[in-house]
């Protein structure tokens, strides 16, 4: 791991609901989005339609950058995302147990989204 988060942040990035996440559309102008999320194994793993902009938008350029909502400690995260061909049991429990959700039986929201961080800018 390249960049450091402390236990304060981890701990949100483990509990908080939603961040808000910026990708890039395909004229270069930003897309931004609160979207539920869980922080599983230092990765933050998003669950979306494939037809959503921002799946369309990572498609085409997989750079990142999400925020936890807190502005008055903020955590920004850059990172490289990819979609999940296979998706782990572990990340399919994180999403049960954070939201009651069984991302596995969810045919709406059909894409897995992983983010790997790549540098942590607060």
């Given at each position: 791991m390249?960049?450091?988060?402390?236990?304060?942040?981890?701990?949100?990035?483990?509990?908080?609901?939603?961040?808000?996440?910026?990708?890039v559309r395909p004229n270069g102008?930003?897309?931004?989005v609160p979207i539920w999320f869980v922080w599983h194994e230092?990765?933050?793993y998003l669950c979306t339609s494939r037809n959503s902009v921002k799946?369309?938008?990572i498609a085409n350029n997989p750079r990142v950058e999400f925020a936890?909502?807190?502005?008055?400690?903020?955590?920004?995260?850059?990172?490289?995302?990819r979609f999940l061909d296979v998706v782990s049991a572990g990340i399919i429990a994180a999403f049960?147990?954070?939201f009651g959700?069984?991302?596995?039986?969810?045919?709406?929201?059909?894409a897995v989204i992983?983010?790997?961080?790549?540098?942590?800018?607060?």
């Open positions: 390249e960049y450091m988060i402390n236990s304060n942040d981890q701990k949100r990035l483990a509990t908080e609901r939603n961040l808000w996440l910026a990708t102008a930003p897309h931004l230092n990765k933050a799946a369309k938008n936890l909502e807190g502005g008055d400690d903020p955590v920004l995260i850059q990172g490289t995302a049960q147990t954070k959700w069984d991302i596995s039986s969810d045919a709406t929201y059909n992983e983010i790997t961080p790549t540098r942590v800018v607060l």
